[in-house]
């Protein structure tokens, strides 16, 4: 018995980050959408919870109780009382401490594998409030396409989207955690936040990439310049590029480029590559569904 699951990269078209919260996490409003950068989670029966990686970045992702998978696992083990364990296979294609919801995804995948292969049934529902309590992002990869986030960022509603995006992605040598970038924007002494999402939205009914390249916003971009300088170089090259729009993925490192179509992220995926300002660099489509089995 063997199940596979993709799940999603995210980026966040609109990442607005208000005032820190009794519990110690920020208010956001953000909007965002899944990307055709998958990782891939397989679950095999096995006598207990193990994991294995592969791929992107693979040397970076912790192996222990603490991998975000195996905490998908656990969760869902101890709340439907599963006794059954699970061989988990990750293979990375999404970038780790990227900024791109990676561990999320493998969160998110995990759920969806274990609870097929243990025969949990479990519905959607169920899933996402087991997926809020993993992370922030992960009810987002379970569901993908293209969201509002409010709250923390897990609480999720339909956005009316039209079209398909064409993006191109800066990785960056090295990562970024979460909790730096965010105790790093908390040391800003900002009069405002971006707590209106409207620019966003209205490009988004429109299927305007224009519109909605020049409506990207992230209220981290510049915590997480800080924290990695080089950024600098590289949304200041993607500019150049002529990009559509330029805008850090969620905590960073990575940049995501808006194109105006397949054809020019192509050109502008290669023009960036020839410059040297980042460590690779991958195109990606959007919206695309959220974590699902892909074979049996
Ligand atoms: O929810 P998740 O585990 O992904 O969040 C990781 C860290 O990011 C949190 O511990 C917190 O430091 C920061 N965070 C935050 N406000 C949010 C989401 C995340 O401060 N809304």
């Excluded at 055709?36 to 592969?54: C, N």
């Excluded at 993993?134 to 990869?141: C, R």
């Amino acid at each position: 018995m063997r199940v596979v699951v993709r799940a999603p990269a995210k980026i966040n078209l609109h990442l607005g980050v208000g005032p820190v919260r009794p519990d110690g996490y920020h208010e956001l409003v953000t909007v965002y959408q899944a990307l055709d950068l998958l990782d891939e989670v397989r679950a095999e029966a096995g006598p207990d919870l193990a994991v294995t990686v592969t791929g992107e970045g693979a040397s970076d992702v912790p192996l222990g109780a603490d991998n975000l998978a195996v905490r998908a696992a656990r969760l869902l083990a101890d709340r439907t009382g599963t006794t059954a364990g699970a061989r988990l296979t990750i293979r990375k294609a999404i970038p780790v401490a990227g900024g791109m919801a990676g561990g999320s995804a493998d969160a998110a995948a995990a759920l969806v594998a274990c609870d097929a292969l243990w025969g949990t049934g479990l519905d959607r529902d169920d899933l996402g409030a087991l997926a809020a309590e993993l992370g922030s992002d992960v009810p987002f990869s379970l569901v993908g396409g293209t969201a509002l986030g409010t709250g923390r960022g897990e609480q999720l509603s339909p956005v009316l989207a039209r079209g398909t995006y064409a993006w191109v992605l800066a990785l960056a040598a090295g990562g970024l955690t979460t909790p730096a970038v965010f105790a790093a924007y908390d040391t800003e002494q900002r009069a405002v936040w971006s707590e209106r999402a409207d620019a966003v939205l209205a490009a988004l009914r429109a299927g305007d990439p224009t519109a909605l390249g020049a409506a990207l916003t992230n209220d981290l971009q510049e915590a997480a310049t800080r924290l990695h300088p080089d950024l600098r170089r590289t949304l200041e090259t993607a500019r150049e590029l002529g990009a559509l729009g330029v805008v850090v993925s969620g905590s960073g490192p990575t940049v995501a480029l808006l194109a105006a179509g397949p054809d020019a992220a192509d050109t502008l995926a290669a023009d960036l590559a020839g410059r040297g300002v980042c460590r690779a660099v991958r195109r990606a489509g959007g919206p695309v569904p959220g974590a699902r089995v892909v074979d049996g």
